[in-house]
């Protein structure tokens, strides 16, 4: 078996909207084994008011949505999650008061955390996957934003 990636981006243009979408993988696919959505924003200067802790840390985020993914056929969702919007850094010019040094050219860091597909299982004749997406976030500041959906899957050789 052959381990491959497939990404598929989804644009939110509006506050509140709400997206049907198909994700096409290749015929040959046999195996879907690993899931993983981000969230990229437009905006870098939009500083979310909650906070997520990870790992003892903290992180300024925002919940951006939910997504859920199924198999064409089968009616069972095999994957849903929250989509939050972590990529966000706060606004450290007026937390600190130490002015920005404009190296990443107004766009935003990376937590600097390792992104890790979460795993799944799927074996399936079945190579169309229908998602659903749910904008809930309502703040227009950040709109729009990108969800990116990467999907691992296992091919015969």
């Known amino acids: ?7 598929h981006t989804l644009a939110v243009n509006n506050s509140g909207e709400k997206k049907l979408f198909q994700i ?12 993983l959505i981000t969230e990229t924003s437009v905006n870098p200067n939009f500083s979310p008011p909650s906070v997520l802790i990870k790992d003892g840390k903290e ?3 925002l919940k951006a ?17 929250d989509v939050i919007a972590s990529e966000i850094m706060p606004d ?9 040094i404009g190296f990443d050219g107004g ?22 996957i ?7 976030m309502l703040v227009n500041e950040l709109i729009p934003y990108q ?11």
């Open 107 to 128: 766009s935003f860091n990376t937590m600097g955390n390792p992104m890790e597909y979460r795993k799944v299982n799927i074996e399936s004749k079945e190579t169309i």
């Open 65 to 81: 949505g939910s997504i859920s993914l199924k198999l064409h056929n089968p009616k069972d969702i095999f994957f849903a999650e």
């Open 92 to 100: 450290y010019e007026t937390l600190t008061g130490i002015n920005k």
């Open 1 to 7: 078996m052959n381990e491959n990636y497939h990404i």
């Open 59 to 61: 992180y300024f985020a």
């Open 130 to 136: 229908e998602g659903y997406y749910a904008d809930t």
């Open 24 to 35: 096409k993988l290749p015929r040959n696919a046999k195996k879907i084994t690993g899931i």
């Open 147 to 157: 969800i990116k959906i990467y999907i691992r899957y296992e091919t015969e050789q």
